[in-house]
Every structure is written in structure tokens, then in C-alpha cells.
């Protein structure tokens, strides 16, 4: 996925490319809660588990 634009911190993305994610759990708290970084995740076939919380 290309397409960051709207994301606080798009570097995320580029970062999550350089890493191996098959097999792997990515966890992360609300700041990276993004549809983008969940989908990248996926597609290099990896997991997530996305902290939210109601406020």
C-alpha cells in the first residue's frame, strides 16, 4: 500500500516494508491505529493486535 496520506506519522509505513512480518504479532497503541498500517500488515502476512480505547 502507497498511499499514507492523512496518517500522523507515514514513516510507519516505510518501516513496516523493512521488516519480515510473516508468522509475526504486530502490536501497537492508538496512534498507529491507521486502516493503512493494518492492511501493510496483512499483505506481508503478518498479524496485529491495534489498541483502542473509548474516551
Not at 519480515?20 to 492508538?30: K, P, S
Request: contains cysteine.
Amino acid at each position: 500500500m502507497e498511499c499514507w496520506e492523512g496518517l500522523e506519522d507515514p514513516g510507519h509505513g516505510k518501516l513496516l516494508k523493512l521488516l519480515t512480518l510473516e508468522g509475526a504479532i504486530v502490536t501497537t497503541d492508538v496512534l498507529n491505529c491507521q486502516r493503512a498500517i493494518a492492511e501493510q500488515i496483512v499483505e506481508q502476512k503478518g498479524d496485529y493486535a491495534l489498541a483502542l480505547k473509548a474516551n
